[in-house]
C-alpha cells in the first residue's frame, strides 16, 4: 500500500514507547519473512554501519563490497533457519501500479544508494542473486506472489499460525491471530523483540475503519469528474 510516512506516523506518534508491548523470541516458531522488505532492512542497515567506518572498511563503498554483504545476509538467515521451527520468505511478484497514489515523500534517511550522481532507494544490482542463492543453499522455502506480497503473507500466516517478520509499516495495518514483528526492533541476533498487534497502534478502532483510512490517506484526492471516469 505505501502510505506516505506511515512508519513516522506509527513509531513517533502513535505508539512512542514499544516498553509496553509482550516480547516474543521467535525460536521454534513459524515465521514468515517479507523477502524484498528484509533485503532492503539489511542492506538500509548495513549503509548505516559504513558511516561510522573508514572508507577502506566500507561495504557498499566503490567497488561494492558483496562478498560482505555475502556474509551478513548469510549469518542472518541461518539463524532464522537454524531457531525457527519453519521459515518461509515470500517476494512480490508482478505488482499494477496505482495510478492516483499520494507521491512518496523525499526523505534523506530513506534514500540507501547514489547511482549517476543521484541519491535513490535502490538495492545494488546484484544483491537479489545473492540473497535468492543464500536462500537456497539454506534450503529455505521461497515463494513469489502473482502481486503483491502483502496479502499473500497475512494470509499464510493466519492459515500457518505463523508470525510475519518484516520492515513494512503497512502489516501494522492487518488483524493477525499471531502478530507482526518488525525488523525495526527484532534483535537479529537473539531472535527477540515486541510482538504488534493491530490495538497496540490504533486502539480501539476495529480493522473495517483502520482499512478505510488507510485507503484514503494512501491516495491522493481527484476531482468528480476524475472520480467518475474511474467507477466507470
Given amino acids: 500500500m505505501g502510505i506516505p510516512f506511515a512508519s513516522s506516523l506509527i513509531y513517533d506518534y502513535l505508539i512512542q514507547s514499544i516498553d509496553h508491548l509482550k516480547q516474543v523470541n521467535l525460536t521454534n516458531q513459524y515465521v514468515i519473512i517479507d523477502g524484498n522488505s528484509f533485503m532492503y532492512s539489511i542492506y538500509k542497515t548495513i549503509v548505516i554501519d559504513d558511516k561510522k567506518k573508514q572508507a577502506s572498511q566500507q561495504l557498499t563503498r566503490t567497488p561494492f563490497g558483496y562478498d560482505g554483504c555475502w556474509k551478513i545476509f548469510r549469518e542472518t538467515l541461518s539463524l532464522f533457519k537454524e531457531k525457527c521451527s519453519n521459515v518461509i520468505v515470500v517476494f512480490d511478484g508482478i505488482i499494477k501500479s496505482n495510478s492516483y497514489p499520494r507521491p512518496p515523500p523525499y526523505r534523506p534517511s530513506g534514500l540507501y544508494s547514489v547511482f549517476d550522481g543521484k541519491e535513490e532507494k535502490r538495492l545494488p544490482s546484484l544483491l537479489r542473486h545473492e540473497f535468492l542463492i543464500i536462500l537456497r543453499q539454506l534450503k529455505i522455502k521461497i515463494i513469489v506472489a502473482r502481486g503483491e506480497a502483502d496479502p499473500v503473507i497475512v494470509g499464510m500466516a493466519e492459515k500457518e499460525k505463523a508470525y510475519i517478520v518484516a520492515a513494512d509499516s503497512d502489516y501494522h495495518l492487518y488483524e493477525l491471530s499471531q502478530g507482526f514483528v518488525s525488523l525495526r526492533y ?42 467518475k471516469v474511474i467507477i466507470n
Fill in 186 to 227: 527484532l534483535n537479529l541476533k537473539t531472535l527477540i523483540g515486541p510482538n504488534f498487534q493491530l490495538a497496540d497502534i490504533f486502539g480501539h478502532i476495529d480493522k473495517a475503519r483502520v482499512a478505510l483510512w488507510a485507503t484514503i490517506i494512501a491516495n491522493k484526492f481527484v476531482s468528480f469528474d476524475e472520480l
